[in-house]
Each structure stands twice: as structure tokens, then as C-alpha cells.
């Protein structure tokens, strides 16, 4: 029944003092708790600096339906439902963490994107932002958007890329570099490619995308690159970090690398000491892509 399976979703995992998705359980590695609700928050803030105050780069004029995938705590949802008053919102997620009270023209839905899609009718704007350990094929997941938008409609993805760089060596032989390489590990052995994010942009271009555009801000661990944008963006990227090496790793270094909590929280150390010392040059890349499919609104 529906009130089961109501029920059921918030019937949580819980794990190493963390809490999990009830649905479709074990398909996405990060937690769900508040403390991460906190972080992705956070890490909003953080897109929006990246662009100036905005939402979204695609260039979509008065769209009517708009879907965000992987909403999260649903925050993008709301604050474009409340920049455009006259779409309507879905917003979709694994985890009902969504919060009660939205604007009128918002809404979520509990929904695995990598599962058949049954929405009505096609969207104006297909929107999703930090996905890059949701899925295990890209490609198939890009074809679903292109088959679910209306004629010269855009999707739009913003999301953190992994591996983090480092152009000088300072990230060499650091413990922050050793849980780079074996989260990228950890995620391929379950068919999660981290390094497959940059690709996003060939993958609509095959499905049949036009106008495709690519653009690429790099984003510092902590404060220590010049220009006060570089700093405001690593002083929050350190303070999303600094939370968010446990809520990315717990899961996969115990459920798949088989490494013990204890393990796990002695690496976490020495990560955390790396990403508060500037003379670590570490960065990420955060990738943005969009694209249109052809035709025009309304055929």
C-alpha cells in the first residue's frame, strides 16, 4: 500500500553512527542525515558564488515544467520555483529529506533516476548538480533526460569533478591524496567511474544535444589561492570538506574496501590536517554543461 511504502522509506539505515537511503537501499554511498543536510546546503551556497548569484547558466527562457534530479535537500528546487513563479517544480530523490513547507509550484517525489521513467508529460528544463557518485552509467542516464524533455528544451548539469589536482606536487604522498585515489577506487569496484564526469558534454552530443556548451571553475580546498573569489570559494570548500571526507567515505571504504571504522577515522585525521594547511595546492574542478534539444517549445 502507499502508506507502507510511505512508511517504509524513512525506516533509515543506520551505519557507523550515520544514517542512510531506506529506498533502493545501498544504491547511493552518502548519508542522509542532518549533518549532511547541513553540508549540501553548504555546498549550494557555494554554486551560487561560482555564478554570481545564479542558478543556472542554461539559457532557459519562462520554462514550465522543470525537473531536478538528485534534488537533495531540495534547496535548488525551491529557490527556482521562486525565481519562476509560473514553473512547476519537480524535484527527485532516493531520500525523503525534502522539507514540508514549499512554494505552491514545488514538489518532490521519491524516484531512482537510473529506474524507468514514468512522468506524464516531457520538461521544459532538466536540471542536476553534484551527481558525480550517483550513477553507474552516465551515458544511459543522459539518453533518459534527452527522451524526457520537450523540443527545444535544456539540460543542464553542474557538478564536482574527482580526482581532486594539484599542480605543483604539495598533494604528493599526503594523506588527503592517498583518500583521493582510494575513494576513486572504492567507487569503481560498485561501477561508479569518478573520473568520468568531464564527459557529460560528449554524452549529450551523441544522444543528440545541440548548442552543447562546456565550462570549467576551478575551486580550491582551502583559502590558499589569490583573488578574493579563489579564497570565499576555498574557505567554504574547506568547510564542506572538512565534513564531507567522512560522509563520502564512510560507507565505501567499510562496506567496500572492508577497512575497519577506526582505520577509516585515522586516515580522516591526517586528511582534515591537510585541507586546513595552505601549503597543500590542492583544487577541484567543478564542471558545468548544457545543452538543447532540438526543435522548438510547443511541438
Avoid at 181 to 200: C, F, T, Y
Avoid at 214 to 242: D, F, M, T, Y
Amino acid at each position: 500500500s502507499t502508506s507502507s511504502l510511505r512508511s517504509s522509506i524513512y525506516d533509515y539505515l543506520e551505519e557507523n553512527g550515520r544514517t542512510y537511503h531506506a529506498f533502493n537501499s545501498g544504491k547511493y554511498m552518502l548519508p542522509n542525515d542532518t549533518r549532511e543536510q547541513d553540508r549540501l546546503d553548504l555546498q549550494h551556497h557555494s554554486f551560487r558564488i561560482m555564478l554570481d548569484g545564479k542558478l543556472n547558466l542554461a539559457p532557459v527562457n519562462n520554462p514550465q515544467r522543470v525537473l531536478d534530479l538528485a534534488t537533495g535537500t531540495g534547496i535548488w528546487a525551491v529557490e527556482f520555483a521562486q525565481e519562476h513563479p509560473s514553473a512547476s517544480v519537480t524535484g527527485t530523490d532516493l531520500s525523503p529529506i525534502q522539507p514540508d513547507f514549499v512554494p505552491a509550484n514545488c514538489q518532490f517525489e521519491i524516484h531512482d533516476a537510473e529506474e524507468e521513467w514514468t512522468f506524464s508529460k516531457p520538461f521544459d528544463y532538466i536540471h542536476a548538480r553534484a551527481i558525480v557518485t550517483c550513477f553507474n552509467n552516465n551515458r544511459g542516464i543522459v539518453q533518459k533526460i534527452f527522451e524526457n524533455l520537450a523540443p527545444g528544451g535544456y539540460f543542464e548539469l553542474q557538478d564536482p569533478c574527482l580526482p581532486m589536482r594539484c599542480d605543483d606536487r604539495t598533494l604528493e604522498g599526503t594523506p588527503l591524496n592517498d583518500w583521493n585515489e582510494n575513494l576513486v577506487e572504492a567507487m569503481s569496484r560498485i561501477g561508479r567511474n569518478l573520473k568520468d564526469g568531464q564527459n557529460w558534454g560528449q554524452y549529450m552530443r551523441e544522444a543528440g544535444f545541440v548548442d552543447v556548451v562546456e565550462h570549467r571553475i576551478c575551486v580550491p580546498v582551502n583559502p590558499w589561492a589569490r583573488g578574493k573569489k579563489n579564497k570565499l570559494l576555498g574557505a567554504i570548500s574547506q568547510q564542506n570538506l572538512l565534513e564531507g571526507v567522512e560522509s563520502m567515505s564512510k560507507a565505501a571504504f567499510t562496506r567496500v574496501l572492508g577497512w575497519s571504522p577506526e582505520r577509516l577515522d585515522e586516515l580522516l585525521v591526517g586528511v582534515r590536517a591537510n585541507l586546513q594547511d595552505k601549503h597543500v595546492h590542492a583544487y577541484g574542478i567543478v564542471y558545468f554543461a548544457y545543452g538543447r534539444k532540438p526543435g522548438h517549445v510547443g511541438e
